[in-house]
């Protein structure tokens, strides 16, 4: 393991691991003395994190796809952990003619679905953001959210999730999931631990729905030929703006 300095935010430390460390061998020494694409990796860590602060061409530094759809997976579970510096990872493929960062794999999620705030799940913070600005990590996904380049391709991402019905297969898989789990999670239950219910799983569905709502409603809107946005997702857009200016109406609206 080494640590590269985020020199740009309020980030203490990245680390950088590997499965296989390729050090330089010292002969001298006897020793293993250093883990030799540190270098690297670390300018290419600042680099990045540097064209970010400034506003720049993220696109030049960052996967925008990648980062599109992890940032989405993390949005709609209000995973907060992408706060916390070590429950993100990068990774740079080499061989690609023109290698950028691409943001995941995903994981770390015990923090998501509102248990951030509330110490339970899909119960609070469906219309809450996933940027805390408490936490250590919250300026770099501001600069990244207020970059226009980026809501391009998140609006994009979304576009996409809706047309080919990934949020009714994911609301699908809660009721599948369920249906398959529900002795263990009774079984879990006589042996003293939490039991997970048709209840919550209903829950849990409501919760992601009302959750996709809010973040639909809240995208910024792009002309785009290519992969135009169905008319369900503007209507999602324009319910949560005529929403907003009343707090009573908005609490219908969910």
């Known amino acids: 393991r080494?640590?590269?300095?985020?020199?740009?935010?309020?980030?203490?430390?990245?680390?950088?691991?590997?499965?296989?460390p390729d050090y330089n061998?010292?002969?001298?020494?006897?020793?293993?003395?250093?883990?030799?694409?540190?270098?690297?990796?670390?300018?290419?860590?600042r680099t990045m994190s540097n064209v970010v602060f400034n506003g720049g061409d993220i696109e030049s530094v960052l996967d925008m796809q990648a980062l599109a759809r992890f940032y989405l997976a993390n949005d709609l579970s209000l995973n907060q952990e992408i706060n916390h510096p070590k429950s993100t990872f990068l990774f740079m493929d080499e061989s690609e003619e023109n290698p950028r960062l691409k943001f995941g794999p995903i994981w770390d999620f015990d923090w998501g679905f509102g248990y951030e705030s509330g110490k339970s799940y899909?119960?609070?913070g469906a219309t809450s953001s996933v940027i805390s600005s408490?936490?250590?990590?919250?300026?770099?996904?501001?600069?990244?959210t207020n970059n226009e380049t980026f809501r391009k391709h998140y609006y994009m991402v979304w576009t996409?999730?809706?047309q080919n019905n990934s949020m009714d297969e994911l609301l699908e898989y809660i009721?599948?999931?369920?249906?398959?789990?529900?002795?263990?999670?009774?079984n879990n239950y006589n042996y003293g631990h939490t039991n997970?219910?048709?209840?919550?799983a209903q829950r849990a569905k409501q919760w992601l729905q009302a959750?996709?709502?809010?973040l639909v409603g809240n995208l910024t809107e792009y002309n785009i030929d290519e992969n135009p946005i169905d008319e369900l997702t503007k209507i999602y857009i324009r319910i949560n703006n005529l929403c907003k200016e009343d707090e009573k109406v908005l609490e219908n609206c969910r």
């Open 196 to 200: 997970f219910t048709e209840s919550d």
């Open 211 to 214: 959750r996709r709502n809010y």
């Open 25 to 45: 061998y010292d002969i001298l020494s006897d020793e293993y003395i250093s883990f030799k694409y540190f270098e690297k990796i670390q300018n290419d860590i």
């Open 160 to 162: 996409e999730f809706l």
């Open 175 to 186: 009721d599948s999931y369920y249906n398959f789990a529900k002795n263990s999670f009774q």
């Open 122 to 124: 899909c119960y609070n």
């Open 134 to 144: 408490s936490m250590e990590a919250a300026a770099f996904w501001q600069d990244i």
């Open 2 to 20: 080494e640590k590269i300095k985020a020199v740009q935010y309020a980030v203490p430390t990245a680390e950088v691991k590997a499965l296989y």
